[in-house]
């Protein structure tokens, strides 16, 4: 399975950004999906997850509030809304894939079997 994900880039403190997903001439709309990041010289982390067809999602603490997980299975797509972006949340961002899931949401990496390339987040202060 191939993920393809956009979207990054520099902004300032505060602004928003949308990073979005696609997996080409694949559905996915059955298996949950997701979105982690990793800074330099820290672990990557979860920050959000969104089961089959958009039925429930989840957030780490840290993306409560501010970004939004969603998805359009008809353009085979995910997306990721990030508002008041903070200096601290600069990072390299991954879209990943649990083929073996479609509702349960988990925030450990080992989890996920396919990842994206990775999309580069920077934001200024």
């Known amino acids: 399975v191939q993920l393809q994900a956009s979207g990054g880039g520099l902004v300032q403190a505060g602004d928003s950004l949308r990073l979005s997903c696609t997996t080409p001439?694949?559905?996915?709309?059955?298996?949950?999906m997701g979105w982690f990041r990793q800074a330099p010289g820290k672990e990557r982390e979860f920050v959000a997850g969104?089961?089959?067809?958009?039925?429930?999602?989840r957030y780490a603490d840290s993306a409560k509030g501010r970004f939004i997980i969603s998805r359009d299975d008809a353009k085979n797509t995910m997306y990721l809304q990030m508002n008041s972006l903070k200096p601290e949340d600069a990072a390299v961002y991954y879209c990943?894939?649990?083929?073996?899931?479609?509702?349960?949401?988990?925030?450990?990496?080992?989890?996920?079997?396919?990842w994206g390339q990775g999309t580069l987040v920077t934001v200024s202060s």
């Open positions: 969104i089961g089959r067809s958009g039925y429930n999602t």
């Open positions: 001439g694949r559905k996915n709309e059955i298996y949950v």
């Open positions: 990943v894939l649990d083929q073996d899931n479609n509702v349960l949401i988990y925030t450990s990496s080992r989890v996920y079997d396919y």
